[in-house]
C-alpha cells in the first residue's frame, strides 16, 4: 500500500498537458491560455479625454478664460488644431484635439455666452488617458498557462481578438461497474441499488472543467468489463468505479491488465478509498476508484482531479487548504490516515469546522453537507478546539462568496 502523496506523484508523473485548440473568447472562460498574447497596438491608441468637459492646451489657460469652439463627442475626432485661447467641449472617450493637452471637467467652469472660466486650479495633463497608458503595443498582455477571467477576455476583445487558443479539455469516460446497479429513474428492486456514481463522478468532472462521456453500466463479467473499458480508451482518461477490490466478481484490474495496461499502484493507505487502481493502458491514464459512493468521491479529490487540471494546462491544480479551529473531538483509530468529512464556516473571520457525522464511506449524505475533508493521521486523536488543516472541496466557498442577501 502506498502513502496519498506517493499515489498522486505516480499519477502527476503520468498526466501529460493536452493539446490546444482556438475557441471563440466567449467560450474560453476558465481556460488555459495555450499562446502568449501580444498588443498589437497601444490602448488607448491616443489622449483621450477621461471627462465630459471642455479640452484646451494649458500653456492657454493662464489667462483663465477660453472661448469655446466646437463640440467633439465620443466616437469622433478633430484634426483642426485648436486656435490660442480657446478650448473644445469634449464628452468622456473622444481622443484629444491636435494642441490640446489638458480637460477641465464641465462642473468645474462657469459659462456664459460662449467663453468658460475655473473654478479651481487646473493642472497640466488633467483628466486625460494617455496613449498607451493601458497596454503598449508590443507588450505581452496574456502568458501561456494564465486562467482566462472575465476581465481576461475583456482584455482580449480590446485588443481585437474574436478567438483565442486554449489547452483542450479533457474527455474523460465514466463507467460503474456492478449487477446490484439500475439506472436512476427506476423504483429499487430488493437487492438493486441506483448507480450514483456515474453522476456524481461526470459531475467532478464537468466542475474540474473536463468532458464527461457517460458509458453507463458493466455488469459483473469479466467479457462484458473488457469490452466497456476498451470503449472508454477512445477518450483522454478513463474512470471506472466499483469492482477494483479483490471479490470473487471485481474485474476491473484483470480487465486492464489483459488490454495490456500496465497498473502503477492498486492500493492506497487512505480511508475511504484504499480500493483504488491507477493504470497506464495504451498510452492513457486510467482511474478505478472503489465502488462506495463516498470513498468515490473522495479519491476523485485526491487523485483525478489534480491530474485533470493538470491536462488541461492548469498550474494550480490542488485544492485550497486553510487553518481553522475544531468544534468537536476527532479520532482516528485506524491504521491509514482518515480523509474525514467536515463543514467548514467562516465565522467572525475564522474557519470553523464540524465532522459531518457517521463517516461511513457509503453515506452519501456524510458529502452533501461537506465542504471540507480533514486528514487524520492514524492512531490519532484531536480535541475540541485544535487547530487543523482542512482542504476546502467547494468552490464557491474557495473563491470567498460573500453573505446572502437574507445576510443584508
Ligand atoms: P464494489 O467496490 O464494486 O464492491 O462496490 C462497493 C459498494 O459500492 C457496492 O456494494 C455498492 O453498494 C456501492 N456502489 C458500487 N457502485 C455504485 C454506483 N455506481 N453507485 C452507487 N453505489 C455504488
Ligand atoms: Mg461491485
Known amino acids: 500500500m502506498i502513502s496519498i502523496e506517493e499515489a498522486r506523484r505516480i499519477i502527476l508523473s503520468h498526466s501529460q498537458r493536452l493539446g490546444a485548440e482556438e475557441v471563440p473568447i466567449l467560450h474560453s472562460l476558465g481556460r488555459i491560455a495555450a499562446e502568449d498574447t501580444f498588443a498589437p497596438w497601444d490602448i488607448p491608441a ?48 473622444a481622443p484629444l484635439p491636435p494642441g490640446c493637452d489638458t480637460v477641465v471637467p464641465q462642473e468645474d467652469v462657469e459659462e456664459s455666452d460662449g467663453v468658460i472660466r475655473f473654478t479651481g486650479t487646473v493642472k497640466k495633463g488633467d483628466h486625460v488617458r494617455c496613449r498607451g497608458e493601458d497596454v503598449t503595443a508590443g507588450e505581452r498582455v496574456i502568458s501561456t498557462g494564465a486562467c482566462l477571467r472575465p476581465q481576461e477576455l475583456g482584455m482580449l476583445s480590446s485588443l481585437g481578438k474574436t478567438a483565442v487558443a486554449v489547452f483542450r479539455r479533457v474527455r474523460v469516460a465514466v463507467l460503474s461497474t456492478g449487477d446490484e446497479l439500475i439506472q436512476p429513474g427506476s423504483m429499487p428492486v430488493p437487492g438493486k441499488i441506483i448507480n450514483s456514481n456515474s453522476f456524481s463522478i461526470a459531475a467532478q468532472v464537468l466542475e474540474a472543467g473536463g468532458e464527461p462521456v457517460m458509458l453507463g453500466i458493466a455488469r459483473d463479467d469479466r467479457e462484458i468489463t473488457r469490452t466497456k473499458i476498451l470503449e472508454g480508451m477512445q477518450a483522454d482518461v478513463l474512470i471506472t468505479t466499483g ?13 486492464l491488465q489483459e488490454l495490456g495496461g500496465e497498473i502503477l499502484f492498486w492500493k492506497v493507505a487512505m480511508k475511504p478509498g484504499k480500493p483504488v487502481a491507477f ?5 492513457k491514464p486510467v482511474f478505478a476508484l472503489p465502488g462506495n459512493p463516498v470513498a468515490a468521491m473522495v479519491a476523485f479529490e485526491q487523485f483525478v482531479r489534480p491530474s485533470l487540471l493538470k491536462m488541461m494546462g492548469h498550474s494550480r491544480i490542488f485544492r485550497p487548504i486553510v487553518r481553522g479551529t475544531l468544534v468537536e ?18 465565522v ?4 470553523v469546522v464540524s465532522v459531518t457525522g457517521n463517516q461511513s464511506s457509503a453515506r452519501l449524505s456524510s458529502l452533501t453537507s461537506c465542504n471540507g475533508l480533514l486528514k487524520l493521521p492514524p492512531d490519532s486523536l484531536l480535541d475540541a478546539g485544535a487547530e487543523v488543516d482542512v482542504q476546502l472541496l467547494d468552490r464557491h466557498f474557495e473563491m470567498g462568496e460573500g453573505p446572502s442577501e437574507a445576510d443584508r
Open 279 to 283: 493504470a497506464m493502458v495504451r498510452g
Open 348 to 351: 467572525e473571520g475564522c474557519y
Open 329 to 346: 473531538a476527532a479520532a482516528n483509530r485506524g491504521n491509514r490516515p482518515h480523509l474525514v468529512r467536515c463543514a467548514v464556516e467562516l
Open 46 to 93: 491616443a489622449d483621450h479625454s477621461a471627462m465630459d468637459g471642455y479640452a484646451f492646451a494649458h500653456a492657454d489657460a493662464a489667462a483663465g478664460n477660453l472661448t469655446i469652439c466646437g463640440f467633439l463627442p465620443a466616437g469622433e475626432t478633430r484634426t483642426e488644431p485648436v486656435l490660442t485661447g480657446c478650448a473644445v467641449k469634449i464628452m468622456t472617450g
Open 243 to 255: 469492482g477494483v477490490s479483490v471479490g470473487d466478481r471485481d474485474f476491473v484490474r484483470e480487465a
